[in-house]
C-alpha cells in the first residue's frame, strides 16, 4: 500500500506562487505515474499535470499550460507541483495520485492510490 502525503497549499494572491509536494512511503515511487488533481466546489475532479516513471513524459491541463510545471525527485520519493501566476480559478483541493507503471493518465479511475488532498486558495 502506496501512502501519499501533500503538502504546500495556502492561501496566495493572484499572481502568486505556490509549490505543492507530494510524498511517497514507496522507494519505487520512481517507477509510478504521478498525476495531480484539482476538485474546486460545484466541480468535477479534473486532472492538471502527469508526470510518468522516472520523468520521461509530462502531460499539462490546457488551462495550466505555462503557468504550472511538475516533476519529480526519485532520491526523495516526491513528486512536487510548481505553480506560478495563480488565478482566482485555481481555487481548489488539490490531490496527488499515484499508479503503477508508466503510461500517462488524466483520469481518476486510473489511479491506484490517492492523498489526503491540499487547499489552494488564491486571492483577487
Known amino acids: 500500500q502506496v501512502q501519499l502525503v501533500e503538502s504546500g497549499g495556502g492561501l496566495v494572491q493572484a499572481g502568486g506562487s505556490l509549490r505543492l509536494s507530494c510524498a511517497a512511503s514507496e522507494s519505487t515511487f520512481s517507477t509510478y505515474t504521478v498525476g495531480w488533481f484539482r476538485h474546486a466546489p460545484g466541480k468535477e475532479r479534473d486532472s492538471v499535470a502527469t508526470?510518468?516513471?522516472?520523468?520521461?513524459?509530462?502531460y499539462y491541463a490546457d488551462s495550466v499550460k505555462g503557468r504550472f510545471t511538475i516533476s519529480r525527485d526519485g532520491a526523495k520519493n516526491t513528486v512536487y507541483l510548481q505553480m506560478n501566476s495563480l488565478k482566482p480559478e485555481d481555487t481548489a483541493l488539490y490531490y496527488c495520485?499515484?499508479?503503477?507503471?508508466?503510461?500517462?493518465?488524466?483520469?481518476?479511475?486510473?489511479?491506484?492510490?490517492w492523498g489526503q488532498g491540499t487547499q489552494v486558495t488564491v486571492s483577487s
Open positions: 508526470i510518468s516513471w522516472f520523468g520521461g513524459s509530462t
Open positions: 495520485a499515484a499508479r503503477k507503471g508508466h503510461g500517462l493518465a488524466n483520469q481518476p479511475k486510473e489511479y491506484t492510490y
